[in-house]
C-alpha cells in the first residue's frame, strides 16, 4: 500500500491510542475497541494523531459546540506542516471551499439552496423517478446473473441506483455516470497512490467546472442550475463554491446511499426472524432503515473539525489545534444510549430512530432524507420481487473496501432464489 504522509512516528503515539485500520479488516473489533477506550479516544489516522468522540451524548455537545470548526486552518499540525498534501486522508478535510468545510454565516449561504432543493416536497416530486431507475435496475440485476445464477447486488443494484438519482438531480448526464463512480472509488480507496489521488481531485475539479460554466450559459432545472443563479438580492455562489458543493454532494449523496441499502441487505440476510416479521409486515421498512443506519452506519469516521479553544469533554481536553474525528459507528453503538445489547441488530428497538448518522446541528447531512427515500424504495422492491434474496458466500468472506470513512463492501454476492 502506498500511504505517504508527514506525521507523528508510532513511537509518538500516547497510551491507549486505537490505530484506525486503513485496510477495514476487523471494523466490529475496531468499533468494541474505541468504544472500551473512553468517551474520547485517542486515535492514529495513518500516522496523524487525532481524537475521536465515541458516545451520543457528548457527540451531540461537540457537534454543537462552535469551538470545533472545520476550517483547516484551525488544526495545528497543518499550520505546522507536520501533515502536508501528501497525507492520504488530506483530500477528504481540505477539498475546496464548499458548504462541507465553512462554518457560521458562510456555511448558511452555501447550504440554503442545496437544502431548498431537497424538501420534502421535492423528494416526493420525483419519488416516481426513483421507482422508475429502481425497476429498471431490478430488470438488470435478473439478466446479470450468471450461470451459476450469482449476481453482484453492489454493482448491479445498490451502486447505480444513488448515482442515478444524484445524477438526475445535478444535471449530470447519464453517460457520465460509470467515470464518476470509478473516480470517486479511486479517491477514497486507501490503496490509490497519494499522487494519484491528488490527480483525481484536479480531474473532478476540472469535470465540475466545465458541468457549472455549461449549466451558467444554459441553466435547467437541476440543483446545478440552482446553485448557480441568485436569488433577487442575494450573494450568487462563486464558480469556485459551486464546484466545490458539487464534488461533495455527489460523493456524500451516492457513498451514504450505497452503504445503507447494503447493510440492511446484509443484516436482514443474518437476520432470517426479523426479515419474516418484515416481510409479513409486522414491522416497517422505516423500522429496517432506522436500525440499520444506528447499527451499521455508513459512514464509519466523520473527518475532521479543529478546536478554536481547550475543550474539556469529561476528563480529557481538547487542545486549541487539535482535530477531532466523529466516529459514527462507535456511536450507534454507544450502550448509555441503546442498552447492553447495543450491539445486537434489532427492528424492533425502541431507541432505533435515536442516532445521529447523519450528523447533528448546522452540519447534519443535506441529503438524509433523500437516501432515507432511496433506501425506502429500493429495500422493499428488491425483496418484493426476489423473495428468495440469500447471500451466494458466507457472510464471513465479505470483505470491506480499503476506506477509513465510508462503510461499504467490495461486492455483495447474492443468488436471486
Not at 475543550?311 to 454507544?334: A, L, M, N, Q
Not at 424492533?348 to 445521529?356: D, F, G, L, V
Not at 425506502?376 to 426476489?386: D, H, K
Request: charged share 25%; glycine share 8%.
Amino acid at each position: 500500500m502506498n500511504c505517504p504522509h508527514t506525521a507523528a512516528a508510532p513511537a509518538d503515539r500516547g497510551a491507549g491510542t486505537v490505530v484506525i485500520d486503513p485496510m477495514v479488516q476487523d471494523l466490529d473489533g475496531e468499533t468494541a475497541r474505541l468504544r472500551d477506550a473512553g468517551v474520547l479516544a485517542r486515535i492514529d489516522l495513518l500516522g496523524v494523531p487525532a481524537w475521536t468522540v465515541t458516545r451520543h451524548a457528548e457527540a451531540r455537545q461537540l457537534l454543537l459546540d462552535p469551538r470545533l470548526v472545520k476550517d483547516i486552518g484551525a488544526w495545528g499540525l497543518w499550520q505546522s506542516g507536520v501533515v502536508t498534501r501528501a497525507w492520504p486522508l488530506i483530500g477528504m478535510i481540505d477539498a475546496g471551499r464548499s458548504m462541507f468545510t465553512v462554518d457560521g454565516a458562510e456555511h448558511r449561504r452555501l447550504r440554503t439552496k442545496t437544502s431548498q432543493a431537497l424538501t420534502p416536497r421535492r423528494l416526493e416530486a420525483i419519488r416516481p423517478e426513483i421507482e422508475k431507475f429502481t425497476q429498471e435496475l431490478l430488470d438488470a440485476l435478473d439478466a446479470a446473473q450468471g450461470d451459476d445464477g450469482v449476481v453482484d447486488l453492489k454493482a448491479v443494484f445498490a451502486q447505480p441506483l444513488p448515482m442515478r438519482v444524484v445524477g438526475m438531480l445535478m444535471g449530470v448526464d447519464e453517460s457520465q455516470h460509470a467515470m464518476l463512480t470509478r473516480q470517486y472509488k479511486a479517491f477514497f480507496s486507501m490503496l490509490t497512490p497519494q499522487d494519484e489521488r491528488l490527480a483525481l481531485l484536479a480531474e473532478l475539479d476540472v469535470f465540475y467546472t466545465e458541468l457549472v460554466r455549461e449549466k451558467t450559459a444554459r441553466p435547467t432545472d437541476d440543483l446545478t442550475s440552482a446553485l448557480i443563479l441568485a436569488e433577487e438580492g442575494g450573494e450568487p455562489l462563486t464558480e469556485e463554491e459551486v464546484v466545490g458543493n458539487l464534488k461533495a454532494m455527489v460523493a456524500a449523496g451516492h457513498e451514504t446511499t450505497i452503504g445503507l441499502v447494503l447493510n440492511a441487505v446484509r443484516a436482514l440476510l443474518s437476520h432470517p426472524d426479523q426479515l419474516r416479521k418484515v416481510l409479513a409486515g409486522e414491522v416497517g421498512w422505516d423500522a429496517v432503515i432506522e436500525e440499520t443506519l444506528r447499527w451499521d452506519t455508513p459512514t464509519t469516521h466523520l473527518l475532521m473539525r479543529f478546536a478554536t479553544e481547550d475543550i474539556t469533554v469529561g476528563g480529557d481536553v481538547i487542545h486549541k489545534g487539535e482535530g477531532v474525528v466523529v466516529s459514527y459507528r462507535v456511536i450507534g453503538r454507544d450502550i448509555e444510549q441503546h442498552g447492553p445489547d447495543a450491539d445486537a441488530f434489532d427492528i424492533t428497538r425502541p431507541t432505533r430512530n435515536r442516532h445521529m448518522t447523519f450528523g447533528h446541528g448546522p452540519h447534519i447531512c443535506p441529503g438524509a432524507a433523500l437516501s432515507r427515500v432511496e433506501a425506502g424504495i429500493a429495500l422493499p422492491a428488491l425483496f418484493t420481487r426476489f423473495p428468495g434474496l440469500r447471500l451466494a458466500v458466507p457472510d464471513e468472506e465479505i470483505t470491506k473496501l480499503p476506506v477509513m470513512t465510508q462503510n461499504d463492501m467490495t461486492a455483495f454476492p447474492v443468488l436471486l432464489g
